[in-house]
């Protein structure tokens, strides 16, 4: 079975996706880590354009296990760089959607993730995977939160590494992020027709895995297996 995860930045898509990732078995795909892997090769090698698009082309972007943390790798000009946190920082998450939008860099990612999805039982998770990296996925779920919420939650998590970083400019990035995802022209931010939404403003992370996971024992009552 694959499971599409799709939502907008801060409602709890990767956290939620490696815990049903675990319990399910399944292969956890983390799409929105492909894209700030193009932004961090933008900021770092100073290219944006044609020049970034050939280099995202060439990159192979690579998840590695390692205990609990899934480790980000590219493969880039025969050098192996582990960006597992360099991907995080307030300068990539600025840099991220205008990347995003890129329709060639969307091209490009998207080959790439159809690839990756064409393994049996994965959970990937992003913004357009319901609607154009695997339509035709057997659960679709769309996470969503008020953007006060997913504000919280992102200077939460930014704060320990970041002191500096104040809440009104996580939230500002965030409505920006929402904006640019939403109203770009190639595979905006949308909930595919097929796919539940759940809310989960208020939510703890047990009470929204409970959740979807009661979505994916339905559709194995109806008899879709996971193997």
């Known amino acids: 079975m694959r499971i599409a995860i799709d939502g907008p930045a801060g409602s709890g898509k990767s956290t939620i996706s490696k815990i049903l990732a675990k319990k399910l078995g399944l292969i956890y795909i983390d799409t929105g880590a492909m894209y700030r892997a193009c932004a961090y090769i933008s900021l770092e090698f100073h290219v944006n354009g044609d ?27 025969e050098s192996e760089y582990d ?22 860099i969307r091209e490009i990612l998207t080959k790439k993730q159809k690839k990756l999805a064409s393994r049996k039982n994965v959970i990937m998770d992003g913004r357009d995977i319901g609607t154009v990296v695997i339509p035709d996925a057997e659960v679709k779920i769309f996470l969503n939160a008020s953007v006060d919420e997913r504000s919280h939650r992102r200077y939460a998590e930014l704060k320990e590494k970041y002191p500096e970083i104040s809440f009104d400019e996580v939230k500002d990035d965030l409505v920006k992020r929402d904006e640019t995802d939403t109203k770009r022209q190639t595979a905006p931010l949308l909930k595919a027709e097929d796919a539940v939404e759940v809310d989960t403003t208020g939510l703890t992370v047990d009470e929204v895995v409970q959740e979807i996971m009661k979505i994916v024992n339905k559709k194995r009552e109806a008899g879709e297996s996971i193997q």
């Open 51 to 77: 020049a970034l698009e050939e280099l995202v082309r060439d990159t192979e972007i690579d998840f590695l296990q390692n205990d609990d943390t899934q480790r980000v790798i590219l493969l880039l000009q």
């Open 83 to 104: 960006v597992t946190e360099a991907v995080r920082t307030p300068e990539v998450s600025a840099k991220v959607s205008e990347v995003a939008a890129d329709k060639k």
